[in-house]
């Protein structure tokens, strides 16, 4: 990650070194800006002058007057201040580059100008056409003066309004570019992450070759995942190994409870008779002899249970059921001790839900033992509510009771053969197990979800055929 942070930092810098120097740029420029104005405002002025000193020339030629002559110098003086002025200031810089060969022609015309207004004003005799044709030119340099200023105040105002706005868009354009790279870069990395975790989380512990072309960041993140799956993996076979020894332990309690309970039985009885048989009865020997056959076939059905879970026979799961039928149906065997345990049933099964392939007979025990745990965690009475509805390609049925519920320690273990809750000798610790095998068999799965004294709520996926069939 030590790259991605150094080129986000360097973007970032860069970014705000070029939006610094377009700030100073802008101000710069604003600056200029309001010397030219400044300064078109003289030449206005400048041409101000030149155009009343026109108006006298006029009345002068016209109306022979001397006394407007002494107007004409009077704005002569003015003139010559102003734009003496003009040419100091560093904003007309380049508009006298341009135009000194026009100001050295103005000067010029001043100054003839001048000598000839001087002459009229100590003769009657003068040359109006001369003092006209100066005037003229004096007129036509200011008109010049104002239009370059203006067109460079227009040039100004194009760079403050354009430059900016096209530099601008470049270096937006190039962030957009930058962030659509950066960006890719690192949805590729979050995409890489997000799949690698998928496939750890589903037991997948191959390391993730690495390749020398790809980018430090890369790099990183791949021996990161390769720490982690070394580790994971290391702890998992560890786990197995603990669940191996516990379940071995679970297994062997379980039996030894189980077969232990009627083999006392037996073996108590079988003395008894032969302590006693003399002074038994025929009848009393009988009674004892069904106890001892009453024993062995719990033992027998302990070992059968066992066995049961141990065989991995294949299921024929290509019928077509009907989930509402076959709940239904499994209800019925089970109503006589739901009346008797004070139970409500509730249920909320739609008739036109998709059929399933299954065996009818493995899902029935399915359902009879999740109903029957469901019955005897609730030796006060409560409510059985069982639901079914589709969803995401599979049939939910959810079965819900009231009862007592089970603490943490207790959910994380009620799938594991042998591990029950039931006190010695009122369960073998293995419906549960079946039940998890039987679904697995059938291409579902199934869930648990309980809280201590609120309940426990069952979910059983099955899953739907692509082609579904209704009724």
């Not at 006298?96 to 002459?119: A, G, V």
């Not at 019925?332 to 059929?355: E, W």
């Not at 039987?438 to 979800?449: A, D, L, R, Y």
């Amino acid at each position: 990650m030590k790259d991605l942070r150094i080129k986000i930092l360097l973007f970032t810098v860069t970014a705000t070194v070029f939006l610094v120097i377009q700030l100073i740029g802008y101000a710069y420029n604003i600056n200029f800006f309001k010397k030219q104005l400044a300064m078109l405002e003289r030449t206005h002025d400048f041409m101000e002058d030149v155009l009343e000193l026109r108006r006298y020339e006029k009345n002068f030629v016209y109306f022979i007057d001397k006394k407007d002559l002494n107007e004409v110098l009077l704005y002569l003086k003015k003139i010559k201040s102003e734009i003496n002025n003009i040419k100091d200031q560093d904003a007309f810089k380049d508009i006298f580059e341009e135009l000194s060969s026009d100001f050295k022609r103005f000067e010029n015309d001043l100054t003839i100008y001048e000598n000839l207004i001087l002459i009229a004003k100590k003769k009657n005799k003068v040359d109006l056409k001369q003092i006209r044709k100066y005037g003229q030119n004096m007129l036509a340099f200011a008109e010049k003066l104002l239009n370059l200023n203006k067109k460079h105040i227009e040039s100004t105002l194009n760079k403050i309004l354009y430059i900016p706005s096209i530099l601008m868009f470049l270096f937006c354009s190039t962030l957009i570019i930058l962030l659509i790279i950066l960006t890719s870069t690192i949805l590729k990395q979050i995409s890489f992450i997000q799949q690698t975790t998928e496939r750890i989380s589903k037991g997948d512990f191959s390391y993730i070759p690495q390749d020398s072309q790809q980018s430090s960041s890369f790099s990183l993140i791949i021996s990161a995942f390769n720490r982690m799956i070394r580790e994971l993996d290391e702890r998992q076979n560890a786990l197995i190994q603990a669940k191996k020894l516990s379940a071995v332990g679970t297994l062997v309690s379980g039996i030894a409870h189980e077969l232990n309970n009627p083999l006392n039985n037996i073996s108590l009885t079988a003395e008894a008779i032969l302590e006693d048989f003399n002074d038994l009865s025929k009848e009393e020997i009988e009674e004892m002899l069904q106890e001892i056959l009453e024993e062995a076939r719990r033992a027998s059905s302990v070992v059968k249970n066992l066995l049961d879970f141990s065989r991995r026979r294949k299921t024929d799961i290509t019928e077509l059921i009907d989930i509402k039928k076959l709940i239904d149906s499994t209800i019925k065997l089970v109503k006589n001790q739901l009346m008797l345990s004070d139970i409500q049933l509730i249920r909320n099964i739609p008739s036109d839900l998709p059929k399933i392939k299954g065996n009818e007979d493995n899902l029935k025990q399915v359902f009879i033992n999740l109903f029957l745990n469901a019955i005897q965690a609730m030796p006060e009475g409560g409510y059985l509510k069982i639901s079914a509805r589709e969803k995401q390609g599979f049939i939910e049925i959810a079965v819900e009771d009231s009862g007592v519920g089970m603490p943490p320690e207790v959910l994380d273990r009620i799938f594991d053969p042998f591990f029950s809750t039931k006190p010695v000798g009122k369960g073998t610790g293995l419906g549960l197990s079946i039940v998890y095998g039987i679904v697995k068999k059938h291409g579902g799965h199934i869930e648990v979800k309980s809280r201590q004294g609120q309940g426990t709520t069952f979910f059983v996926y099955l899953p739907v055929p692509s082609q579904k069939v209704h009724n």
